[in-house]
């Protein structure tokens, strides 16, 4: 959906956006169960009844953008896979009383959905020596040509799907996904066409921070501090449209704010003893 679909976006354009990110079909090609047996989908009804009605006295309240999932994913940030290793173990919280609420948002597990599978098809040709337009074709968003469709392509993809899927669903059991319900009203949709004309910034990340901005509101919670938003996106970063909206936004991938978030935020919640962190990733 382009910047000219958002000039005179409705309701209803949104609602059937929301309803392709709800689509299970890469799961179910990769032999995976149903995504709703696999992750937390929380409203923001449902994160105020957790958090209110839980035996823990204080939560830590962070969302996740895609790209600091990937780094974990797939292994290639260790600064950012310790402290989440850290974040995911209570006996290194300083509170045994607290809680520390890893979410993100459905339009960001649909986008790592989208990327495996690229990924999957792409390494495939490119080991069946396939012609670069071909992954090109792929990188934007066609089908394979028929003609390339044959069986090994087929397991090869397949079984990179299927091991890529299996553990991105076991990191993502560590996740609240932020789902809220869709009931869009005028001023959402202000909301989005403010976030692509003025922000400057993708259809989907505007969707995510909409997203993130309806459960902004539990930064009034005296017992909930955030929710921090967490990218490595510096465009989205410092979109002044999109830190309007969320309270709090860091860049991980600068080494300030990186810096900033672990003194300012993280050394208050966890021990960070013995891991190197200075610096960002």
């Known amino acids: 959906m382009g910047s000219h679909v958002i000039n005179n976006i409705s309701a209803t354009q949104v609602i059937d956006l929301f309803s392709n990110y709800t689509s299970d079909d890469i799961l179910e090609e990769a032999s995976i169960e149903k995504l709703e047996d696999h992750l937390i989908f929380v409203n923001p009804e449902e994160f105020s009844y957790k958090t209110g009605f839980s035996d823990k006295d204080f939560f830590l309240f962070l969302i996740f953008d895609t ?11 260790k600064k950012i896979i310790e402290i989440y290793n850290r974040l995911t173990d209570n006996k290194f ?3 045994k009383e607290s809680e520390i609420i890893l979410s993100t948002t459905i339009i960001n597990v649909v986008e790592i959905f989208d990327k495996i599978r690229f990924c999957s098809d792409a390494l495939s040709l490119y080991e069946l020596k396939v012609s670069p337009d071909e992954v090109i074709r792929v990188y934007h968003g066609k089908e394979v040509s028929n ?4 069986n090994d392509f087929e397991f090869r993809s397949y079984k990179k799907a299927y091991t890529q899927l299996k553990k991105l669903c ?3 059991n560590n996740f609240w996904i932020l789902y809220p319900d869709i009931d869009l009203n005028p001023e959402d949709i202000i909301v989005l066409r403010n976030l692509i004309f003025r922000g400057s910034i993708r ?4 969707l995510i921070a909409w997203i993130a901005n309806k459960y902004s509101e539990f930064t009034e919670y005296g017992y909930i501090e955030g929710p921090y938003f967490l990218t490595t996106d510096k465009n989205l970063a410092k979109a002044e449209v999109v830190n309007d909206l969320i309270f709090y936004v860091y860049n991980l991938g600068d080494k300030k704010e990186f810096q900033e978030f672990v003194d300012n935020v993280l050394k208050s919640w966890i021990n960070l003893e013995f891991i190197e962190i200075a610096g960002g990733g």
Do not use: G, P, S, T
Not at 203 to 206: G, R
């Open 93 to 95: 919280y300083w509170n």
């Open 203 to 206: 259809d989907k990340d505007a």
């Open 170 to 172: 076991k990191i993502l």
């Open 67 to 77: 790209n600091l999932l990937l780094d974990i994913i797939w292994k290639r940030n």
């Open 147 to 150: 003609k390339y469709k044959n």
